[in-house]
């Protein structure tokens, strides 16, 4: 399974999808995703800005 946003243009992942690192981000991006510490701030600030919609009160209703 791949990163969910392995093909979004987030600029966090653009230092390690390079030809420099093309081994490592691949193992990485495609079978090991849950790991990398991008993915974990991405998915957390996901969380956050959800979890702030739906505390609002048009959501409560």
Known sequence: MNCPF????NPHCSEHLNMNKLDEAF?????????????MEISQDKLEVVAVGTDTPEAQM
Do not use: F, V
């Open 6 to 9: 392995l093909n979004s243009d």
């Open 27 to 39: 193992d990485l991006c495609t079978n090991h995703y849950m790991m990398c510490p991008i993915y």
